[in-house]
């Protein structure tokens, strides 16, 4: 069966752009998370979905981050004018319900120059 | 202080050795505890879930001390294929909310 697909892969971008990260999440999934991961450094949570809603933002680095979450289902998080501290794996991960064990998908690998 | 601290390492040890990981957090909120791996430049995958009594799953051993605040991981009979980073994670709030630790890097040679 499909795992979380995250797109795309890797994406290399100047600063000052703004870059769209897509994640879909395993069919079924109403839990929907999305973390960041820097170099030799653990998972920072960014942003929770359950459903269409976003009951916690609290780990969005700034107001230059967005995420939502149509249909239950895609996710996609945007990043506007991107900073060179905004180089980083961004992971999403689903699970069946809020307390289950989360899935992570491969991951964007995001830098900018 | 961070949340979830771990030792960074690298643990190098040769095959068939113990290894022991430790981790300490520092909310006592926190309500469940899990050992992920994470291979170079891969996702984390869930390796087993912390229980209370402490729980066994084939070489690996997990334990919890709540009144510590410490959780650890034995590996014993270390293989070259479980060279990774082992992530000590926190689930902290009413939702699946999972706080990370930095990681202990594990290398295991022949």
């Known amino acids: 069966g499909a795992g979380v697909s995250q797109s795309p892969s890797n994406k290399v971008t100047e600063k000052g752009k703004d870059v769209e990260l897509r994640c879909d999440p395993i069919?079924?999934?109403?839990?929907l998370y999305w973390y960041r991961q820097s170099l030799g450094q653990g998972l920072e949570f960014l942003i929770y979905?359950?459903?269409?809603?976003?009951?916690?933002k609290s780990g969005l680095p700034s107001d230059r981050f967005s995420a939502e979450r149509t249909g239950g289902s895609v996710s996609t998080l945007t990043i506007q004018r991107t900073q060179q501290e905004d180089s980083a794996v961004y992971l999403c991960?689903?699970?069946?319900?809020?307390?289950?064990?989360?899935?992570f998908g491969d991951g964007t690998r995001l830098s900018i120059l | 202080r961070k949340e979830v601290e771990q030792d960074p390492g690298p643990f190098n040890v040769p095959e068939g050795a113990t290894v022991a990981f430790n981790c300490t957090y520092s909310?006592?909120?926190?309500?469940?505890f899990f050992w992920y791996r994470q291979d170079c430049r891969k996702e984390p995958k869930l390796l087993m879930s912390?229980?209370?009594s402490g729980n066994e799953d084939g070489r690996f051993t997990a334990q919890l001390n709540r009144a510590s605040q410490y959780i650890s991981l034995l590996i014993r009979d270390s293989k070259l294929s479980d060279s990774a980073t082992y992530l000590c994670?926190?689930?902290?709030?009413?939702?699946?909310?999972?706080?990370f630790g930095a990681g202990t890097r594990l290398a295991v040679h022949p």
């Open positions: 991960a689903s699970s069946p319900a809020g307390n289950q064990p989360q899935h």
């Open positions: 069919s079924g999934h109403t839990a």
């Open positions: 979905f359950q459903g269409n809603s976003a009951p916690d």
């Open positions: 909310n006592s909120a926190s309500q469940s």
């Open positions: 912390v229980y209370s």
């Open positions: 994670v926190v689930n902290r709030g009413g939702y699946n909310k999972l706080i």
